[in-house]
């Protein structure tokens, strides 16, 4: 399946396909150009190897997994590769990896003389659903992540569902948080497969609304001035608790899943509440009021009083609250 992406100066195919991976080189043009494939040591090593075979002439280079490796340390690493090899201006870099991977190889060709050819070959079911579609990429710094970066989008991605027979089970739930989030605001029908079937036989639709939903925002709001914020339902307290609880104690996506059910109305919060224990996210910890609310507060004073919040009162339906800061304690 090809969906595709139409952006203000820029488009590209998503190609969704079992087995896509092994066919790499018949979506990105190898003839008389050379790949820098970057990948991350817990990518099973024989993906990149894959697709460095499909496209011929490529070189792989492999840094330390983990969110630590998106610094600038990891960025001179992959550019001085890109020197070495003598990469020019035609040349293409290619990631194979999940959003770590994606950010930090996008940003990498993003900026090597000025932009090279950057597609993006997503491993992890969240790099599937949500990094691999907007443009993003980014490196953290000083603790602030994606502090640096730039909206480059890429040539193509290519998504093979087969390469998540290797993901462990808690990184798919961290993924599926994300898919929730996309049929909760935007998808009732995305929404309704957690609840009437076996959603890990269903994998390949899931992703394909997920990017759906994603699609429409990120198409209609490319750069961030309005309606993309649709996208942070459940990351305002989501991300809150992520840092009260120390980062790393628990998935982006159990974050997300947490923080989501704060702004879920009475009508629908068991309905969502069910499906996210389905999929083995939490929906209740126990945590520090205190402490979520100082990282709110700290968060969100840099930007003002005020503060905008994703709502839905209705699974497929969302709309904007925007709050004082001080409100949010009542949520907690
Ligand atoms: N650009 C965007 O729009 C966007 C959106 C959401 C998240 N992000 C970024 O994505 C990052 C998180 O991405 P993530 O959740 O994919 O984490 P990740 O890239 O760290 O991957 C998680 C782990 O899975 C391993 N892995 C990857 N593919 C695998 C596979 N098929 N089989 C087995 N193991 C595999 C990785 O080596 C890593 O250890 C964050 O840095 C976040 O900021 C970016």
């Known amino acids: 399946m090809i969906i595709p992406v139409k952006m203000k100066n820029d488009f590209y195919n998503i190609i969704l396909e079992r087995g896509s991976l092994k066919k790499a080189g018949d979506f990105i043009p190898c003839q008389n150009r050379k790949a820098l494939i970057v990948t991350d040591s817990g990518v099973p090593e024989e993906y990149s190897i894959s697709v460095a ?72 079911l969240l790099s599937q659903v949500d990094s691999s579609i907007g443009g993003k990429t980014a490196i953290d710094l000083n603790g602030i992540k994606n502090i640096i970066g730039a909206f480059y989008q890429p040539k193509c991605v290519i998504i093979d569902p087969d390469v998540l027979s290797t993901l462990p089970k808690r990184q798919i739930s961290n993924g599926l948080a994300e898919s929730i989030k996309m049929g909760i605001t935007g998808d009732e029908t995305l929404f309704e497969i957690f609840e009437n079937s076996n959603y890990l036989e269903r994998i390949d639709e899931i992703i394909e609304k997920s990017i759906l939903v994603k699609r429409a925002v990120v198409q209609e709001d490319e750069k961030e ?3 993309r914020k649709v996208l942070n339902f459940g990351h305002t307290i989501g991300h809150a608790i992520e840092t009260s609880v120390g980062l790393g104690e628990l ?38 009021k205190q ?34 800061i001080d409100e949010l304690r009542s949520y907690l």
Do not use: W
Request: some cysteine; hydrophobic content about 40%; overall charge negative.
């Open 53 to 124: 075979q499909s496209l011929g002439n490529a070189v792989i280079f492999t840094f330390q997994q983990g969110e630590g490796s998106k610094n600038f340390d990891t960025y001179k690493a992959i550019c001085q590769k890109l020197l070495e090899e003598n990469f020019s201006r035609k040349d293409c870099v290619v990631a194979v990896g999940g959003g770590v991977v994606g950010d930090i190889a996008g940003f990498a060709a993003a900026t090597f003389m000025r932009g090279i050819d950057f597609y993006n070959i997503p491993t992890t």
């Open 251 to 288: 998935y982006h996506g159990e974050c997300v899943s947490l923080g989501m059910i704060f702004m879920c109305g009475n009508d629908i919060k068991e309905r969502v509440k069910t499906v996210l224990e389905s999929v083995n996210l939490p929906t209740e910890i126990d945590y520090n």
């Open 291 to 324: 402490a979520v609310y100082s990282a709110l507060t700290h968060d969100k004073k840099a930007g003002g009083n005020k503060v905008t919040l994703v709502k839905s009162n209705k699974i497929g339906a969302f709309y904007f609250e925007e709050v004082e």
């Open 225 to 227: 001035a309005g309606l």
